[in-house]
C-alpha cells in the first residue's frame, strides 16, 4: 500500500498548480493508477525539485510500477532533503536490500528504526541486512526485538533460527580454521555425522593430544566409539582426575544441561575463547532447532520449517526426529518432488521395502522425471531391471536429455546382459558422469564384449574423475560450516 506523507507545509509557497498535480496524484494512486500518479508527481518536480515528501511519493509509486532502481535514487533525494521522513528512510533500505547491498542498507534502516523504533517491518529489514552482512549477534538481537512486539511473525522467527544456524556454522568455521584443538573436535563431529569414521577418528585423536585435559574431547571421543560398536576403545579414553579450580564455564554448562539454551547464549557473550566459542556454536545449533520445533508447532503446515528442522536434527545424529520431520513434510507437500525425494531418500538405506513402495505411488500419482528415475534405481537394486528399465524410459519420455535416466537405463540394460545396448545409452550420460562411477561402469561394458582399448580410455577417466572428487572433497566440510548454505 502506498504511504500517505503529508505535504501541505511543503507546498504552500510553491507554483499555483502543485498542489493541484499533487491532489491528482494522490487521487491516481488510490485508484492504482501508478503511470498517471508518476506522470503528475514528475510535472511537480519539475516545477519544484526541493519537495522531500514529493520525492518520496515518487519513489513510492516506482515501487508499484517495479522500477526500483527509479525508486531508489527518489528514496534517496527526499532522504537527503529531509532525513526525518521514516518512509523513505525504510524503503530506501529495502530497496539496498533488493539489490544486494545490505552495508548501505545499514544507515536508512537504522535511522527509521530510531524515527520509529515499534515498527515491526523495520526491524525486519535491519535484522534482515545484519544477517547477511554476518553480524550474527546485532541480527538475533533485532529479530527476538521484533518477536518481543510481534509473537505472531512467523517470518521473523523462521529468520531468528537460520540466523542462529548460520551464526554456529561461522563460529564452527572459524574453529575448524584455527586447526585448534576444539577446531580439531568440531571437524571430528562433522566428519562423524558423515561416516567418514577414519577421518573423524583422526581427528578425535588429534582434539585429544592437543587438549588431554578436556572433558569434552574426551566424552566425545568416548561417544564415538560407543556409536560404533567399540566398547573395548571407549573404555580405554578415561576420565580426567576432578580439577581442584573452579570451571568459568560451570554455571553455562549447568544451564545448557537444564536445555535454558538462551540463557546459555546470553552467558557466552563475548567469547574470549576457543572453549567458549565451542560452546556457543553448539548453543546457536541447539536454539536455532528448538526454534525451528516451536515454528512447526506454531505453524504445523510449514514446508521449510519441516524440512529445516529435518535436517538440523539428522545433523545431530537424531535419525528418528529426522524420519518424522521429513515425512510431515512429504505429507504437506505430495505434490513437492523435492520434499518427496528428501524423504524416500532418508528411508531407503533404512527400510528398503517401505521406501520402495512410497516411491511407487510417489511416481504413480506425479509421474515426474526425477521421482520415476529414483524408482527405477530402487528397482535396479531389487533386482527388476525389466522394471526399473520401463522407469528409466517413462523418465525419459519426459525429459530426454536426463543424464541419469540415461545411466539409469544403461545399468537396467547391463544387468540383463545386454552390453552393447547399455554401452550406446551410457555414451548419452556420459559427459555429466558426477564422480567417475558412470565411465568405471562403461569400462567394464567395454571388456564384457572385447573392446579392451576403449575399456582403458575409460578406466583413465574415471581415475581422473576421481581425483578431482577427491580434491573436492576435502573442501567438503569447510562448505558443511559456512554460513548461509
Not at 147 to 171: D, H, T, V, W
Request: hydrophobic share 45%; proline share 5%; glycine share 6%.
Amino acid at each position: 500500500m502506498i504511504a500517505v506523507l503529508v505535504v501541505a507545509a511543503a507546498l504552500g509557497g510553491g507554483a499555483e498548480d502543485i498542489p493541484t498535480l499533487f491532489r491528482e496524484a494522490r487521487q491516481a494512486e488510490q485508484r492504482r493508477d501508478f503511470a498517471g500518479a508518476l506522470e503528475k508527481y514528475s510535472a511537480v518536480l519539475r516545477m519544484d525539485a526541493t519537495i522531500a515528501e514529493v520525492w518520496a511519493n515518487q519513489g513510492l509509486v516506482l515501487y508499484e510500477l517495479g522500477r526500483h532502481r527509479e525508486a531508489l535514487h527518489a528514496f534517496e533525494k527526499a532522504v537527503e532533503l529531509k532525513p526525518q521522513l521514516t518512509s523513505p528512510q525504510l524503503f530506501l533500505g529495502l530497496e539496498y536490500l533488493r539489490f544486494e547491498e545490505p552495508r548501505k542498507a545499514l544507515a536508512p534502516l537504522g535511522a527509521a528504526l530510531k524515527l520509529d523504533p515499534a515498527n515491526a517491518q523495520t526491524g525486519y529489514a535491519l535484522a534482515d541486512a545484519q544477517a547477511k552482512l554476518g553480524h550474527f549477534e546485532e541480527a538475533i538481537a533485532l529479530y527476538r526485538g521484533v518477536l518481543s512486539r510481534q509473537p505472531g511473525m512467523e517470518e521473523a522467527r523462521y529468520a531468528l533460527a537460520i540466523a542462529y544456524l548460520n551464526f554456529s556454522k561461522s563460529i564452527a568455521r572459524k574453529l575448524i580454521d584455527s586447526g585448534s584443538g576444539y577446531g580439531k573436535l568440531l571437524l571430528a563431529e562433522y566428519l562423524a555425522i558423515g561416516d567418514a569414521n577414519e577421518a573423524a577418528e583422526a581427528n578425535y585423536q588429534a582434539a585429544l593430544e592437543a587438549l588431554p585435559e578436556s572433558g569434552e574431547v574426551r566424552g566425545a571421543l568416548r561417544a564415538f566409539y560407543l556409536r560404533r560398536n567399540q566398547p573395548e576403545k571407549a573404555e580405554a579414553i578415561s576420565d580426567m582426575e576432578p580439577d581442584s579450580a573452579p570451571d568459568p564455564l560451570a554455571p553455562a554448562l549447568a544451564l545448557w544441561r537444564d536445555g535454558s539454551y538462551e540463557e546459555v547464549f546470553q552467558s557466552l557473550l563475548p567469547s574470549d575463547t576457543q572453549r567458549e566459542r565451542y560452546w556457543l556454536s553448539l548453543t546457536c545449533y541447539a536454539l536455532a532447532r528448538e526454534i525451528l520445533v516451536e515454528s512447526v508447532r506454531r505453524n504445523p503446515n510449514s514446508l521449510h520449517a519441516c524440512l529445516l528442522l529435518a535436517d538440523l536434527a539428522k545433523n545431530a545424529g537424531d535419525s528418528a526426529a529426522a524420519q518424522a520431520a521429513y515425512e510431515k513434510a512429504a505429507r504437506l507437500a505430495p505434490d513437492n518432488v523435492e520434499a518427496q525425494l528428501l524423504f524416500i531418500r532418508f528411508i531407503a538405506p533404512r527400510d528398503p521395502a517401505a521406501a520402495l513402495e512410497y516411491t511407487q505411488q510417489a511416481a504413480d500419482r506425479s509421474d515426474n522425471e526425477e521421482l520415476n528415475v529414483e524408482l527405477g534405481m530402487q528397482l535396479l537394486k531389487s533386482d527388476n531391471a525389466g522394471a526399473a528399465a520401463g522407469r528409466f524410459r517413462r523418465a525419459l519420455e519426459r525429459e530426454p536429455d536426463l543424464a541419469k535416466a540415461h545411466a539409469g537405463l544403461a545399468d537396467a540394460y547391463a544387468k540383463s546382459g545386454e552390453f552393447a545396448p547399455a554401452i550406446a545409452e551410457m555414451k548419452h550420460a556420459i559427459a555429466a558422469d558426477p564422480d567417475g562411477s558412470w565411465h568405471y561402469r562403461l569400462a567394464t561394458w567395454y571388456k564384457e564384449v572385447g573392446r579392451l582399448a576403449e575399456a582403458r580410455e575409460a578406466f583413465a577417466a574415471t581415475a581422473q574423475i576421481k581425483a578431482q572428487q577427491r580434491a573436492k572433497e576435502e573442501a567438503r566440510f569447510l562448505e558443511l560450516t559456512s554460513p548461509d548454505r
